[in-house]
């Protein structure tokens, strides 16, 4: 069975640091774009970083600068690097990533993680 699972949230003063990270497991054939998206309380879920497989990426403006997205292609992990959180970060974090999990002429669908919860508060 393929999954990902997230590791790293939790409570985080103001300015301070967290480092999540996603591992994908399973019969996985290949992954593609890896990514985080957030969900706040009462708000919309929004991207807040991409990663291509060949690791360029994209940013939502609200943490350029401060966010950093890498990918271990050899663990199948993509961790996400917070810097200078603010409490508007605040949010459960998912993980999500771009697969082929039935062979190579499989079908690329999107999988997500079960979610990790990053506070920033003091």
């Known amino acids: 069975q393929v999954q990902l699972v997230e590791s790293g949230g939790g409570l985080v003063q103001p300015g301070g640091s967290l480092r999540l990270s996603c591992a994908a497991s399973?019969?996985?054939?290949?992954?593609?774009?890896m990514g985080w998206d957030r969900q706040a309380p009462g708000k919309q879920r929004e991207s807040v970083a991409t990663?291509?497989?060949?690791?360029?990426?994209t940013y939502a403006d609200s943490v350029k600068g401060r966010f950093t997205l890498s990918r271990d292609n050899a663990k199948n992990t993509t961790y996400l690097q917070m810097n200078s959180l603010k409490p508007e970060d605040t949010a459960v974090y998912y993980c999500?990533?771009?697969?082929?999990?039935?062979?190579?002429?499989?079908?690329?669908?999107?999988?997500w993680g079960q979610g990790t919860q990053v506070t920033v508060a003091s």
């Open positions: 999500n990533a771009d697969m082929v999990v039935s062979g190579p002429k499989g079908n690329v669908d999107t999988y």
């Open positions: 990663i291509r497989s060949r690791g360029s990426t």
């Open positions: 399973g019969s996985i054939f290949g992954i593609y774009t």
